[in-house]
Antibody, heavy 120, light 107 residues
Framework: QVTVKESGPALVKSTQTLTLTCTFS??????????VSWIRQPPGKALEWLAR???????FYSTSLQTRLTISKDTSKNQVVLTMTNMDPVDTATYYC????????????WGQGTLVTVSS | DIQMTQSPSSLSASVGDRVTITCRAS??????LSWYQQKPGKAPKLLIY???SLHSGVPSRFSGSGSGTDFSLTISSLQPEDFATYYC?????????FGQGTKVEIK
């Protein structure tokens, strides 16, 4: 049974660095083809893909945010960590973690999301 | 980056209606297109992958079609639980992107 859960601060201040952790079970990020992404959604707005880390440690970032994002994995802990620097109120959003299986390109399991509010 | 454009942005329909949502990619994405349903306050759920493959447990009234740059999601007979926002997502390039969403509302 696959589960995914995001954790991190609910409130950060402008210019601070946000660190989010995705903790999962029911699969391993060391399995060939496995991928985990971060996606966010500002209140009332669309989904935005942010970053992905693959089983082989390949990393991919949204072009518009790549200078601010870092994604990493701890396979032994079944965790993926996303850091976003220089936070701004426009970064207020629900942040989701999602799994992509077997070298596919879709998200089959999502976490419940964590709302991050950025104060000015 | 590949841009995904959905239309319409919103629509009103009645229970039992046939509903079609379209998604256009800014360049060819073969069939690397997925559809998701999202209800307020909830995470998105996968409906369709590889343009037309139905995800496990998804009702057969949902179907997808298309290839290249033009895709569609069809709900053959709209049910009360289908009122939600729908997103397309491309996975052709290494950098994935979503459409802006289509909100399906009750008429």
């Amino acid at each position: 049974q696959v589960t995914v859960k995001e954790s991190g601060p609910a409130l950060v201040k402008s210019t601070q660095t946000l660190t989010l952790t995705c903790t999962f079970s029911g699969f391993s990020l060391s399995t060939t083809g496995m991928r985990v992404s971060w996606i966010r959604q500002p209140p009332g707005k669309a989904l935005e893909w942010l970053a992905r880390i693959d089983w082989d440690d390949d990393k991919f970032y949204s072009t518009s945010l790549q200078t601010r994002l870092t994604i990493s994995k701890d396979t032994s802990k079944n965790q993926v960590v996303l850091t976003m620097t220089n936070m701004d109120p426009v970064d207020t959003a629900t942040y989701y973690c999602a799994r992509t299986p077997g070298v596919k390109t879709y998200f089959d399991y999502w976490g419940q999301g964590t709302l991050v509010t950025v104060s000015s | 980056d590949i841009q995904m454009t959905q239309s319409p942005s919103s629509l009103s329909a009645s229970v039992g209606d046939r509903v079609t949502i379209t998604c256009r990619a800014s360049q060819s994405i073969s069939r690397y297109l997925s559809w998701y349903q999202q209800k307020p306050g909830k995470a998105p759920k996968l409906l369709i992958y590889a343009a037309s493959s139905l995800h496990s447990g998804v009702p057969s009234r949902f179907s997808g079609s298309g290839s290249g740059t033009d895709f569609s999601l069809t709900i053959s007979s709209l049910q009360p639980e289908d009122f939600a926002t729908y997103y397309c997502q491309q996975g052709d390039s290494p950098l994935w992107t979503f459409g802006q969403g289509t909100k399906v509302e009750i008429k």
